[in-house]
């Protein structure tokens, strides 16, 4: 992954251990709801705590957002939890457009997988991106 953005640099050099901790606390329980609120993915279980999931590489001047193409949500209400696993990072920049990468974001259940995309939108000196959990 070439030109990292400042955020994503400063992410990279400190501690994921709340990031870990949270997403290690989810692992297994059953999905009330989940749902994509703004840029965070959103997971409400049935025991009432909750995973938060977004991109936190916010730098300047650039623009980063979830798309989830309609993932169909409401068929994973009741489903558990299984993980979640990054996809490769991808250029898709055309012609003369500003930079713009994207990191796919694979959820696994019980039920299946369903996968969420991450964009970032730049001038080419930011970039790539620093997929969190919190609870």
């Known amino acids: 992954m070439s030109n990292l953005g ?7 050099l400190g501690s994921n251990a709340k990031s870990v901790e949270a997403y290690s606390n ?10 994509l609120d703004g840029d965070v993915l959103s ?6 705590t909750h995973l938060y999931v977004q991109d936190e590489g916010q730098s ?3 623009h980063r ?6 993932c169909g949500f409401p068929y994973y209400s009741g489903a558990v939890f299984l993980g979640i696993d990054l996809g490769e990072y991808e250029d898709i920049t055309s012609g003369d457009e500003e930079s713009h990468q994207q ?11 369903f996968s969420l995309s991450a964009h ?3 001038n080419g000196y930011y970039g790539g ?7």
């Open 65 to 70: 957002y979830l798309n989830d193409d309609g």
């Open 129 to 135: 991106f620093s997929i969190e959990c919190s609870a």
């Open 103 to 113: 990191q796919f974001i694979n959820v696994r259940t019980d039920r299946g997988v």
């Open 6 to 12: 400042l955020g994503v640099m400063i992410r990279m």
């Open 26 to 35: 989810a692992l297994n329980k059953t999905i009330r709801e989940v749902k």
């Open 120 to 122: 970032v939108d730049h």
């Open 60 to 62: 300047c001047c650039e």
């Open 43 to 48: 997971f409400d279980f049935t025991d009432d």
